[in-house]
């Protein structure tokens, strides 16, 4: 299968590559199906997390605990069956990226991350009971 993206061109993918929401993505009813597809340039920790039912919904997104040493919560037991987690080992972690036109106001959601199964590619959105924040900036001033 293929599907054309605005940053990659043309991705080829099998049906193994689907990451299944569980549930939508948060504001995005109906949208299930994604594919993860990770930068070409390796040292940049930001991925794509493209919809195959829409072409033109993507969202950056970028692993947190690179950019928040601290970065710790608990699942709760729904999310946690519904998923089929088993160990941590189980789990890819991403939080969305907001990129606006200053790298400096570049922000991470820490409030809604999206918890992946990696064995048989279930996800889930969720929003943390911990206080995180839904911006936390990435970047302190004159470090982008």
């Known amino acids: 299968m293929k599907i054309v993206t605005d940053y990659r061109g043309e991705v080829e993918y099998t049906e193994d590559d689907i990451i299944h929401f569980e549930d939508s993505m948060y504001g995005f009813d109906g949208k299930k199906d994604f594919l993860l597809i990770a930068n070409i340039e390796p040292e940049l ?4 997390l493209q919809s195959i039912e829409d072409e033109s919904l993507t969202f950056v997104i970028t692993d947190p605990f690179l950019f928040v040493e ?3 919560f608990e699942l709760d037991d729904l999310t946690v069956e519904k998923l089929n987690l088993n160990s941590v080992e189980d789990i890819m972690i991403y939080t969305t990226v907001i990129i606006p036109d200053s790298v400096e106001e570049i ?3 820490l409030k809604s991350p999206i918890i992946i199964n990696i064995n048989d590619r279930k996800a889930k959105q969720v929003i943390l009971s911990e206080d995180y924040p839904y911006k936390h900036k990435i970047f302190q001033k004159g470090e982008a």
Do not use: G, Q, S
């Open 45 to 48: 920790p930001f991925h794509w």
């Open 70 to 72: 601290k970065y710790d």
């Open 107 to 109: 922000t991470i959601n």
